[in-house]
Nanobody, 125 residues
Framework: QVLLVESGGELVQTGGSLRLSCAAS????????MAWFRQAPGKELEYVAA????????HVRDSVKDRFAISRDNAKNTIYLQMNRVKSEDTGVYLC??????????????????WGQGTQVTVSS
């Protein structure tokens, strides 16, 4: 059984930094694409970043690419989302996802087969 568990979400002030983690189990972690999505209150699920298994090919959405970075540690079966200079619009539940059937980062939810429960990020001014 594949299990994804996010952590690291917290209340942070505007301009601050935090790092989210997503630990995977029940899967050969280093062969799959992983991603972060977020959902703000009252809004649809939004893609944030994704990272592939091959050569750490990664992609971050344009609106945050100067502030966020995605990385993975295959030895720990974990991916990370480093969030810098956070803004109020970064508030939301951040979820990680795993795709079984693609080898390249995907920016829509459809290709992802497993999802974590999410971790709450709240940015205060």
């Amino acid at each position: 059984q594949v299990l994804l568990v996010e952590s690291g979400g917290e209340l942070v002030q505007t301009g601050g930094s935090l790092r989210l983690s997503c630990a995977a189990s029940g899967v050969t972690f280093n062969t799959y694409v992983m991603a972060w999505f977020r959902q703000a209150p009252g809004k649809e699920l939004e893609y944030v970043a994704a990272i592939a298994d091959v050569d750490d090919d990664s992609h971050v959405r344009d609106s945050v690419k100067d502030r966020f970075a995605i990385s993975r540690d295959n030895a720990k079966n974990t991916i990370y989302l480093q969030m810098n200079r956070v803004k109020s619009e970064d508030t939301g539940v951040y979820l990680c996802a795993l795709a079984l059937r693609t080898r390249v980062p995907r920016t829509t939810p459809g290709p992802y087969d497993y999802w974590g429960q999410g971790t709450q990020v709240t940015v205060s001014s």
